[in-house]
C-alpha cells in the first residue's frame, strides 16, 4: 500500500547523502585518517538525515504545499551554495560524493523491501502448505504446552508479591505480569460468578475487597457450542467466565490515557478474550498512551433464553439477554476502575466484531448503557441479527427442557453443566441472540436510532464483501450450508412480492456460473451488508457522526474468506495469530489503520496528511455516507452504495 519511495523520503535520503558526502569530504581534506574519516561520514549523515526527517515528516510541513516546496528548495539551494563554495575554494566536486552516497542510502530500503516481499513469500507459501486450499476450514496447529499454558488458574495470594505489577482497585488488588514494554492484568473478575442460585440471573456487583489476587492467566471462557473451526474449544470453559483483561503500557503518562474496550466476536454462541487474534499486549506496547480491555459475557442459552412460559420461570425475567446485562456490567467495571490502571473513564471506546458488534449497537440504543462509552467501532454486526420478538428465545427453552428431560426450572437449575453444554450443542441450530424485549433494548432499534436514542456516541461502522467463507470455516461445511438455505428462506417469508421476486431471479442467474449454495451465501452476504448500511443511515439521521468503511480485501486463500480475523488482526497488530487463521498481515495496511483507529480514540479529526505515516498519500475520512475503501492494500474514500449489491430493488428495500 505504501509507496517505496515519495517525494519527501527521496529529499530525506539526498539531505543523508549529502551529511555522508560533506562528511567524508571535508574529513579527507583535513588529512583525518581514513578510520576517522568513516566516523565522520556516517555520523553527520545519520545527524543531518534525522533532523531533516523530523522537519520534512512534521505535521506543520506535510500539512501546507506551500511549506513542502519551501522547505526542500531551502534544502537544494543550501547544497547549490556548498558545492559552489566547495569546487571554488578547494577544487573538489562534492557532486561525486553525493551521486555514491545517495546510491547507498536509496539502496538499503530497496534491499529491506525486496528482502520483506521474500519473507512475506515464504509465510505465504508456508501457510498454503498447511492449508491447501483452505476448503477444510481453520486448521490449527496448537501444542499440548500450549494448550496447559493457557489453562492455568490465578490463585489468591498471601505472601509478598511484585508491587510494580499490583493495582489497587475497588474490588481487590491484582497483580499481573510484565512483558518487554507491557503489563497484562488478566482474568480479573467485575461480577459475582453467576453459578449455583445465580445461574441465569443478572450479573451482581462485587463485594469491595482488600484481597490480594493473580491476574497472570486468562479466565475461563463461557460455556459454548465447541464449532469445529473453534480454537477457544482448547480453553477451559466454566459458567464462572465474567473476568476481564487488561493490557498497560508501563510507561507513565501526564494525563489519563483513554481506553479501547474489545467485545469480542462469535454467534452469541461462541467465543471468548483467550483467543489469540483478539490479544491487546502487542497494541498496548505499541501505542502507550491507550489502555486496552478485553472481557467475557455469558452466551447461548446461559446468556439468551426466555424461560417466562416455564414452570417457575418467572422468577427469570433477565434470562433473555444475560449477555447483554454482563456487558453493561463489565463497562461498570471498567468506568469505575479504570483509573487505577492509568485509563480515562470519560474516554471509552467500544470495538466489537460480529455478535460484539450487534452487542454495541443494541447498548448503544439502551438507556441502561448511556455514558458507558462514548466512541464506538462496529465490524459486521447491526441490529438485524437481534430477534424483534421474543418467541424464539421462548421455543429454545422448550427446546432445552426437552432435550434435557425435564419440566420446571427448579430441575433445570439442578442440572450440573456439563449436561447443559451438551445440551446447548444438541440445539445450535436453534441458535441464541439478543432480543429487542422493549425494557433492555427498543422494539425497533433502527427508529429508536433515528430519534437520537444514541446521541452523544461518535461510530465507525464497517462492512466486510468476502465474509461469508469466514463463518463456514468457523461452523463447518454442514452447518454453514443449512444456516445459508435457512437464511435465505427466512428473507423471501419477510419481502414484498417485487423483491422476492427480484431476489429469485438474482439467483438464478448467479447459478447459470456458480452452485446455488454460493449464489445464496452471496446474496446473504449482501443483506448483512445493507442492514450495516441501514444502520450508519439511521444513526446519521438521529445526528450521530458516523464513519463507513468497507473491507474489501481479497482473501490470501479463497475458500477462508476475508474479514473478522484479518480486520481485528490489522487493527490490533497480530501479525502471528493472524497467520494461524490462514492469512498474512499487510503491515502498511495494519500501521496505517491503526494510525486511524488512535485518532477516533483520542477524539481527532480522522484525517492523515501527506507522509504523516512515511510514504502514505493524505486520507480524509468524510462523515456518512462517504466511506473509507480498503481493496488490496489500498486506502481510497468514495460512496459504496454500488458496491453493496447486485439485486435489483433491494438497497432500496433494506432502506425503507
Given at each position: 500500500?505504501?509507496?517505496?519511495?515519495?517525494?519527501?523520503?527521496?529529499?530525506?535520503a539526498?539531505?543523508?547523502?549529502?551529511?555522508?558526502?560533506?562528511?567524508?569530504?571535508?574529513?579527507?581534506?583535513?588529512?583525518?585518517?581514513?578510520?576517522?574519516?568513516?566516523?565522520?561520514?556516517?555520523?553527520?549523515?545519520?545527524?543531518?538525515?534525522?533532523?531533516i526527517s523530523?522537519?520534512a515528516f512534521?505535521?506543520a510541513?506535510?500539512?501546507?504545499?506551500?511549506?513542502?516546496?519551501l522547505?526542500y528548495?531551502?534544502?537544494?539551494l543550501?547544497?547549490i551554495?556548498?558545492?559552489?563554495?566547495?569546487?571554488?575554494?578547494?577544487?573538489?566536486?562534492?557532486?561525486?560524493?553525493?551521486?555514491?552516497?545517495?546510491?547507498?542510502?536509496i539502496g538499503?530500503?530497496i534491499?529491506?523491501?525486496?528482502?520483506?516481499?521474500?519473507i512475506?513469500?515464504?509465510?505465504?507459501?508456508?501457510?498454503?502448505r498447511?492449508y491447501?486450499?483452505?476448503?477444510?476450514g481453520?486448521?490449527?496447529?496448537?501444542?499440548?504446552?500450549?494448550?496447559?499454558?493457557?489453562n492455568?488458574?490465578?490463585?489468591?495470594?498471601?505472601?509478598?508479591y511484585?508491587?510494580e505489577?499490583?493495582?489497587?482497585?475497588k474490588?481487590g488488588?491484582?497483580?499481573?505480569e510484565?512483558?518487554k514494554?507491557?503489563?497484562?492484568?488478566?482474568?480479573?473478575?467485575?461480577?459475582?460468578?453467576?453459578v449455583?442460585?445465580?445461574?441465569?440471573?443478572?450479573?451482581?456487583?462485587?463485594?469491595?475487597?482488600?484481597?490480594?489476587?493473580?491476574?497472570?492467566y486468562?479466565?475461563?471462557?463461557?460455556i459454548?457450542?465447541d464449532?469445529?473451526?473453534?480454537?477457544?474449544?482448547?480453553?477451559?470453559?466454566?459458567?464462572?467466565?465474567?473476568?476481564?483483561?487488561?493490557?498497560?503500557?508501563?510507561?507513565e503518562?501526564?494525563?489519563p490515557?483513554?481506553?479501547?474496550v474489545?467485545?469480542?466476536?462469535?454467534?452469541?454462541?461462541?467465543?471468548?478474550?483467550?483467543?489469540?487474534?483478539?490479544?491487546?499486549?502487542?497494541?498496548?506496547k505499541?501505542?502507550?498512551?491507550?489502555?486496552?480491555?478485553s472481557f467475557?459475557?455469558r452466551?447461548?442459552?446461559?446468556?439468551f433464553?426466555?424461560?417466562?412460559?416455564?414452570?417457575?420461570?418467572e422468577?427469570?425475567?433477565?434470562a433473555?439477554n444475560?449477555?447483554?446485562?454482563?456487558?453493561?456490567?463489565?463497562l461498570?467495571?471498567?468506568?469505575?476502575?479504570?483509573?487505577?490502571?492509568?485509563?480515562?473513564?470519560?474516554?471509552?471506546?467500544?470495538?466489537?466484531?460480529?455478535?460484539g458488534?450487534?452487542?454495541?449497537?443494541?447498548?448503544?440504543?439502551?438507556?441502561?448503557a448511556?455514558g458507558?462509552?462514548?466512541?464506538?467501532?462496529?465490524?459486521?454486526?447491526?441490529?438485524?441479527?437481534?430477534?424483534?420478538?421474543?418467541?424464539?428465545?421462548?421455543?429454545?427453552?422448550?427446546?432445552l427442557?426437552?432435550?434435557?428431560q425435564?419440566s420446571?426450572?427448579?430441575?433445570?437449575?439442578?442440572?450440573?453443566?456439563?449436561?447443559?453444554?451438551a445440551?446447548?450443542?444438541?440445539?445450535?441450530?436453534?441458535?441464541?441472540?439478543?432480543?429487542?424485549?422493549?425494557?433492555?433494548?427498543?422494539f425497533?432499534?433502527?427508529r429508536?436510532?433515528?430519534?437520537?436514542?444514541a446521541?452523544g456516541?461518535?461510530?465507525?461502522?464497517?462492512?466486510?464483501?468476502?465474509?461469508?467463507?469466514?463463518?463456514?470455516?468457523?461452523?463447518?461445511d454442514q452447518?454453514?450450508?443449512?444456516?445459508?438455505?435457512?437464511?435465505v428462506?427466512?428473507?423471501?417469508e419477510?419481502?414484498?412480492?417485487?423483491?422476492?421476486?427480484?431476489?429469485?431471479?438474482?439467483?438464478e442467474?448467479?447459478?447459470?456460473?456458480s452452485?446455488?449454495?454460493e449464489?445464496?451465501?452471496?446474496?446473504?452476504e449482501?443483506?448483512?451488508?445493507?442492514?450495516?448500511?441501514r444502520?450508519?443511515?439511521?444513526l446519521?439521521?438521529?445526528?450521530n457522526?458516523?464513519?463507513?468503511?468497507?473491507?474489501?480485501?481479497?482473501?490470501?486463500i479463497?475458500?477462508l474468506?476475508?474479514?473478522?480475523v484479518?480486520?481485528?488482526?490489522?487493527?490490533?497488530g497480530?501479525e502471528?495469530?493472524l497467520?494461524?487463521?490462514?492469512?498474512?498481515m499487510?503491515k502498511?495496511l495494519s500501521e496505517?489503520?491503526?494510525?486511524?483507529?488512535?485518532?477516533?480514540?483520542?477524539g481527532?479529526?480522522?484525517?492523515?496528511?501527506?507522509?504523516?505515516?512515511?510514504?502514505?498519500?493524505a486520507?480524509?475520512?468524510?462523515?456518512?455516507?462517504?466511506?473509507?475503501?480498503?481493496?488490496?492494500?489500498?486506502?481510497?474514500?468514495?460512496?459504496?452504495?454500488?458496491?453493496l449489491?447486485?439485486?435489483?430493488?433491494?438497497f432500496?428495500?433494506?432502506?425503507s
Amino acid at each position: 500500500m505504501k509507496k517505496l519511495f515519495t517525494i519527501d523520503d527521496i529529499m530525506v535520503a539526498f539531505v543523508s547523502a549529502m551529511g555522508y558526502g560533506f562528511g567524508e569530504a571535508i574529513s579527507r581534506l583535513l588529512g583525518w585518517p581514513p578510520l576517522l574519516c568513516g566516523l565522520a561520514s556516517l555520523v553527520l549523515g545519520i545527524v543531518l538525515g534525522t533532523c531533516i526527517s523530523k522537519i520534512a515528516f512534521s505535521e506543520a510541513v506535510q500539512k501546507s504545499p506551500k511549506k513542502r516546496v519551501l522547505t526542500y528548495a531551502s534544502i537544494l539551494l543550501i547544497f547549490i551554495v556548498a558545492h559552489t563554495i566547495s569546487v571554488m575554494s578547494v577544487g573538489v566536486s562534492l557532486l561525486d560524493y553525493l551521486r555514491d552516497e545517495f546510491i547507498y542510502v536509496i539502496g538499503l530500503p530497496i534491499l529491506g523491501f525486496v528482502a520483506n516481499l521474500l519473507i512475506r513469500a515464504y509465510r505465504i507459501k508456508r501457510i498454503r502448505r498447511l492449508y491447501g486450499d483452505g476448503s477444510k476450514g481453520y486448521v490449527f496447529d496448537v501444542k499440548k504446552e500450549d494448550i496447559d499454558e493457557i489453562n492455568r488458574q490465578n490463585q489468591p495470594i498471601s505472601d509478598e508479591y511484585d508491587a510494580e505489577c499490583a493495582i489497587r482497585t475497588k474490588t481487590g488488588i491484582y497483580v499481573g505480569e510484565k512483558s518487554k514494554d507491557t503489563i497484562w492484568y488478566m482474568g480479573i473478575p467485575y461480577a459475582m460468578p453467576p453459578v449455583g442460585e445465580r445461574r441465569w440471573k443478572a450479573p451482581e456487583p462485587l463485594c469491595a475487597s482488600e484481597a490480594v489476587f493473580e491476574a497472570k492467566y486468562f479466565g475461563a471462557s463461557a460455556i459454548q457450542v465447541d464449532h469445529k473451526g473453534s480454537i477457544i474449544k482448547h480453553h477451559r470453559q466454566s459458567e464462572d467466565c465474567l473476568t476481564l483483561n487488561i493490557a498497560v503500557s508501563d510507561k507513565e503518562a501526564e494525563t489519563p490515557k483513554p481506553v479501547l474496550v474489545l467485545f469480542h466476536h462469535g454467534d452469541f454462541t461462541s467465543g471468548g478474550a483467550v483467543d489469540p487474534v483478539l490479544y491487546g499486549d502487542t497494541f498496548a506496547k505499541s501505542h502507550p498512551d491507550t489502555v486496552f480491555v478485553s472481557f467475557n459475557y455469558r452466551l447461548g442459552i446461559f446468556g439468551f433464553i426466555d424461560f417466562s412460559q416455564i414452570p417457575g420461570g418467572e422468577a427469570y425475567p433477565d434470562a433473555i439477554n444475560l449477555g447483554l446485562l454482563d456487558q453493561i456490567a463489565a463497562l461498570q467495571w471498567i468506568k469505575e476502575n479504570i483509573a487505577a490502571f492509568g485509563g480515562d473513564p470519560d474516554r471509552i471506546t467500544v470495538l466489537g466484531f460480529e455478535s460484539g458488534a450487534t452487542s454495541i449497537c443494541l447498548l448503544s440504543a439502551s438507556e441502561r448503557a448511556k455514558g458507558l462509552f462514548q466512541k464506538a467501532f462496529i465490524f459486521d454486526g447491526s441490529p438485524a441479527s437481534a430477534y424483534d420478538t421474543p418467541e424464539v428465545a421462548r421455543a429454545l427453552a422448550g427446546a432445552l427442557l426437552k432435550e434435557t428431560q425435564t419440566s420446571t426450572m427448579e430441575e433445570l437449575l439442578h442440572l450440573d453443566t456439563e449436561s447443559l453444554k451438551a445440551a446447548a450443542q444438541g440445539l445450535w441450530r436453534m441458535m441464541c441472540a439478543p432480543t429487542c424485549d422493549g425494557t433492555l433494548i427498543p422494539f425497533d432499534v433502527y427508529r429508536a436510532f433515528q430519534e437520537g436514542a444514541a446521541s452523544g456516541i461518535e461510530f465507525i461502522i464497517g462492512i466486510p464483501s468476502h465474509v461469508a467463507q469466514v463463518y463456514r470455516s468457523l461452523v463447518g461445511d454442514q452447518n454453514y450450508i443449512d444456516t445459508v438455505f435457512s437464511a435465505v428462506a427466512e428473507l423471501r417469508e419477510i419481502m414484498d412480492d417485487s423483491t422476492a421476486g427480484a431476489v429469485r431471479a438474482y439467483i438464478e442467474a448467479q447459478t447459470a456460473s456458480s452452485s446455488e449454495l454460493e449464489a445464496k451465501s452471496k446474496l446473504v452476504e449482501q443483506w448483512l451488508a445493507l442492514y450495516l448500511y441501514r444502520c450508519a443511515a439511521r444513526l446519521s439521521r438521529g445526528g450521530n457522526r458516523v464513519h463507513l468503511m468497507y473491507w474489501d480485501e481479497k482473501p490470501l486463500i479463497e475458500n477462508l474468506g476475508s474479514g473478522t480475523v484479518d480486520v481485528v488482526a490489522t487493527l490490533l497488530g497480530n501479525e502471528d495469530a493472524l497467520q494461524m487463521y490462514g492469512s498474512v498481515m499487510n503491515k502498511d495496511l495494519s500501521e496505517t489503520l491503526q494510525a486511524l483507529l488512535l485518532k477516533f480514540i483520542h477524539g481527532n479529526a480522522l484525517q492523515l496528511y501527506p507522509n504523516e505515516i512515511k510514504g502514505v498519500d493524505a486520507i480524509d475520512w468524510e462523515a456518512f455516507s462517504q466511506a473509507l475503501i480498503v481493496s488490496d492494500g489500498i486506502l481510497t474514500c468514495g460512496t459504496i452504495e454500488n458496491r453493496l449489491t447486485g439485486v435489483k430493488g433491494l438497497f432500496e428495500y433494506a432502506m425503507s
